[in-house]
């Protein structure tokens, strides 16, 4: 504000900072009542004194729509309520929101990955709100172990003769190599060295394990002589990481399990197997490509297998390691497994989608990672009929919406080399220029919807998979679009 503008104006300011209403006339009021019973009186009254503080400010700089004494009556106590309702109401909500995925992945690792069946989510609010035998044997009366509550259910569905729980996959590979060969050598070959989102790598966690990396081979010929090779009294045991977030083609040669295990056992040496995503059924029956089960990894020799729970498994974040018993045994005391054990809400969901593997005639359609994932392409268009008109009419005659065929991923590192047919509405800009920008401003404005729509950018266009919007959200998600601001 100019000095002269200031001299002019300060009685005026001043005269409107008179008319603004106390803190404590404004908490007295009937109208901060419902507030208050919404957010407590603490929450409340800092909104009310952060709203008039704000005020204060704008007025003081010159820079407030109140700076006219015809807008006197903006000072009512319904308006203070107003803006703090809108301030509380940003504040308290949740930062983990229910999104809908419309990306074409289906284990999206950003949005959470597997979708838990009915069962699973009904066991888990039981377990967070009535007591539970985490750790209490039922039948002797003294403390358990909480492995006990699913270990023998694992065994059945893979073939091991032992199984224990820890929180993800990486932390089953990391207490697999400290329990069973730190201060040795691991023997990998060295087109299995991957790496995984979040900068997972084989050897960095060969490394925090205390063990030590024995690569042989190359990136794409390894051959069993290289494995027999290597071996020596350092050797604490042979490993083999399954490749599942990348293919190589061509010139290639790999050691198969069945191979590597009859070498291992004649040096009296264990087999650990890191499937990655892994998988308790044969997928090629639903026509999705093949992907080696666990159980078929222990027929073959395996000593170890780790795994996922909440990839193809379908269930909670979890690292699930299977074996033999004695083995399993040692990992299970290593101090380590403690730090990275599971709760009971974990627990609490892989328990009934274990459960699901039990009635594998009934598999595809209760288990929502499989149902999602053997979807027909025919079930997505017909969603995409129904959608597209309130998708035009909200964004009007900027945009062009169309019904396109696409392919949808697995996702998660699972085959990421083989795609799902699938169907989705695709937008385009009609401007001749700036489409860039235009997308990425609609791309943001789905964003910032009530429940974000989370779609991707691809080919001067944004394309909405609606491989993930099944029935259930189907109205809530089309109802929406009616609030796009763009």
């Given at each position: ?264 056992r004649s040096h009296s040496l264990p087999v650990a197997v ?173 964003r910032a919807l009530p429940r974000p729509v989370i779609g ?31």
């Amino acid at each position: 504000m100019s000095e002269t503008v200031e001299q002019g104006a300060k009685p005026a300011l001043n005269a409107l900072l008179a008319q603004m209403p106390a803190v404590e006339r404004v908490i007295a009021s009937t109208e901060a009542q419902a507030l208050i019973a919404q957010y407590g009186r603490t929450q409340v009254l800092a909104a009310i004194r952060a709203t008039l503080d704000g005020w204060r400010r704008d007025i003081q700089a010159g820079e407030s729509a109140f700076f006219t004494d015809a807008d006197v009556e903006a000072f009512s106590i319904a308006r203070v309520i107003a803006e703090a309702d809108h301030s509380l109401s940003a504040r308290t909500q949740s930062k983990l929101r229910a999104v809908f995925n419309l990306t074409g992945t289906v284990l999206h690792t950003n949005l959470g990955r597997a979708l838990l069946p009915d069962e699973a989510v009904s066991a888990v609010v039981q377990a967070l709100t009535q007591p539970a035998n985490l750790e209490f044997d039922l039948a002797s009366g003294k403390r358990g172990d909480r492995d006990d509550l699913i270990d023998e259910l694992i065994c059945e569905l893979t073939g091991a003769e032992a199984a224990t729980v820890v929180n993800n996959n990486a932390a089953a590979v990391l207490l697999t190599l400290s329990a069973l060969a730190a201060r040795k050598e691991v023997i990998v070959s060295r087109g299995e060295l991957v790496e995984i989102g979040g900068a997972f790598r084989i050897p960095d966690i060969m490394s925090r394990a205390g063990a030590r990396l024995r690569e042989i081979g190359t990136t794409n010929r390894t051959h069993l002589k290289d494995y027999e090779a290597a071996i020596s009294a350092r050797t604490a045991l042979l490993m083999k990481v399954h490749c599942s977030n990348y293919a190589i083609s061509g010139f290639t040669k790999n050691v198969e399990l069945d191979e590597l295990a009859p070498l291992a056992r004649s040096h009296s040496l264990p087999v650990a197997v890191d499937l990655g995503s892994g998988t308790l059924t044969d997928l090629t029956q639903w026509g999705l490509p093949a992907e080696p089960t666990v159980r078929a990894t222990v027929e073959a020799g395996a000593d170890i297998v780790t795994f996922s729970g909440d990839k193809l498994l379908g269930g909670p974040q979890a690292g699930l390691i299977v074996g033999r018993k004695e083995l399993i045994a040692k990992i299970k005391k290593h101090p380590l497994k403690r730090a990275l054990r599971v709760g009971k809400l974990t627990l609490a969901a892989l328990e009934p989608v274990l459960r699901l593997y039990q009635a594998p005639e009934f598999l595809r359609e209760r288990l929502t990672t499989l149902r999602l994932l053997t979807r027909a392409a025919a079930d997505m268009h017909e969603v995409a009929t129904r959608a597209l008109p309130a998708c035009q009419r909200a964004l009007g005659e900027g945009y062009d919406v169309s019904i396109e065929p696409m392919f949808s991923q697995i996702g998660s590192g699972a085959l990421p080399v083989d795609v799902l047919p699938s169907s989705g509405l695709v937008v385009r800009h009609r401007g001749k220029g700036g489409s860039g920008r235009a997308l990425l401003k609609l791309e943001r404005a789905l964003r910032a919807l009530p429940r974000p729509v989370i779609g991707r950018i691809a080919d001067d266009a944004l394309r909405l998979d609606l491989r993930c919007l099944e029935s259930a959200d189907e109205a809530a998600f089309i109802a929406q679009l009616a609030e796009l601001r763009l």
